[in-house]
């Protein structure tokens, strides 16, 4: 499968921080995305990080000033700026942010981010002082009119001592924001697309709750499947202890019914709907107000049926055309195809992805997942154990093509 960080150049340039040694990270996941990447590293950097340790996690040459007046000397900066499809500075210190706004060109980074016609995003990490300073924030301001993206920094502890904003967002973080830039333009442009995550928690007292085993790791993979489709994600999410991913509107709730009333006020400009959480069936009818004290005997607790948000879909899918696809999910114990071809069938859904939580590698708290997709015209897909992400890509893949057919036929 294709993917988003197939055939792209990112020129990772790093300046002198102690932040540096997140680079590594940040450079291997890079790499391990089949990313092709550059490192440049200022000769401030190499105090704190060598070229070879970035080289063997980028699997590609770090770049030196040295290499400036080596044999490819006049031309390579120029090489680098025009093969890079992104330039990344991450740390950006104080120093190389202020060379960076006057347009000094002093280095081997500074000389090929003048040269560069590439998207940039900028990653400051300095002393909270030095980043409140005017010059700094200026010197910010003026590259952001530039049209350099500007992530970060974070607060926290700082090499200083003190606590305050200075650090440089963690790798994850930047890779995500790396992530939106290169989905510009992707095929769901301008398309919003709502998905659900994690399991519901339905109250017994003010302590206690009813929920299930659900994660949320395939909702959240599938909310960055639809980014890095160009997207516009609106993630509604159960609780978890997971991040959204950078670009998306999340919407956190808790039982059912916020769910529902979540997804009845996003859904009316949306272009798909991805229910991927585990909505509670039921709820305790009476939840109390105060906590349930065991002196007073085991409770009985009466449940009733929750509201059902596809059902809700599918009557509304009769009046109007929005959303124009629906895709739920069958997480089985028994009965797999039969019960998903029953649920298909009963919420007029688009298509339906079904797995059989009874296997160790799939389904609930696990990071890969073994699924059949049925469509609404009978067709069965049936995949073999892939991780979660893979599993989000095809499901994203069959999305779009519904959405791209539909909007041709209007």
Known sequence: MKTLFDDKQILLG???SIASYKTAELASRLSQLRTKVDVVLTQAAQQFITPLTLQSVAGSKAYTDS???GDEGHVLHINLAKKADMLVVAPATANTISKLAYGLADNLLTITVLAAGCPIIIAPAMDGRMYSHPATQVNLET?????VKVVGPAEGHLASGIVGKGRMLEPLEILGHIRQELSRGGPLKDRKIIVTAGGTQEAIDPVRYITNRSSGKQGYALAQAALDLGAQVTLI???TCMKPPIGADCINVRSALEMHDAVSAEILDADALVMAAAVADFAPTQPTNEKIKKEHGVPVIKLTPTVDILQMIADSKSSTSIPFVTVGFAAESSGLLENAQRKLREKKLDMIVANDI????AGFEVDTNRVTIIHADGQLEEFQLM????VAQIVMERVTKFILERNDNR
Request: neutral net charge; without cysteine.
């Open 358 to 361: 009874t296997q160790p590698d």
């Open 237 to 239: 999410s159960a609780q």
């Open 143 to 147: 590259l952001r009119q530039r049209g």
């Open 387 to 390: 991780s979660k992400d893979q």
């Open 67 to 69: 290499d400036l007046w």
């Open 14 to 16: 790093v300046t002198g």
